[in-house]
Nanobody
Framework: QVQLVESGGGLVQAGGSLRLSCAAS????????MAWFRQASGKEREFVAA?????????AYADSVKGRCTISRDNAKNTMYLQMDSLKPEDTAVYYC??????????????????WGQGTQVTVSS
């Protein structure tokens, strides 16, 4: 049984930082891509960042977060992170981690992922 558990969300002032974590369990991540998505109230879920798990390098960032967010992973802990700096009120959303068991190249799209976490709320006040 695959489980993805996010943590680290909260309330922060504009300009502040948060680090989100996603702990994965239940299967090997050796050929996987993992990603962060977010969903603001009343909006569709959108891509934030993706990482090639085995190589450990970031595959892509959304333009809206590029330069302010860093995706990383700790292979020994089976945990992915999203460091978010210079947060803006428009970053307010529920943040989800997602697992693509076998890389298929379509990492921008929600349909490309096999498993999802329950989400963690990030609220940025102005």
């Amino acid at each position: 049984q695959v489980q993805l558990v996010e943590s680290g969300g909260g309330l922060v002032q504009a300009g502040g930082s948060l680090r989100l974590s996603c702990a994965a369990s239940g299967r090997s991540l050796s050929n996987a891509f993992m990603a962060w998505f977010r969903q603001a109230s009343g909006k569709e879920r959108e891509f934030v960042a993706a990482i090639n798990w085995s190589a450990g390098w970031a595959a892509a960032y959304a333009d809206s977060v590029k330069g302010r967010c860093t995706i990383s992973r700790d292979n020994a802990k089976n945990t992915m992170y999203l460091q978010m700096d210079s947060l803006k009120p428009e970053d307010t959303a529920v943040y989800y981690c997602a697992l693509q068991v076998q890389s298929n190249g379509a990492f921008y799209h929600t349909y490309a992922y096999d498993y999802w976490g329950q989400g963690t709320q990030v609220t940025v006040s102005s």
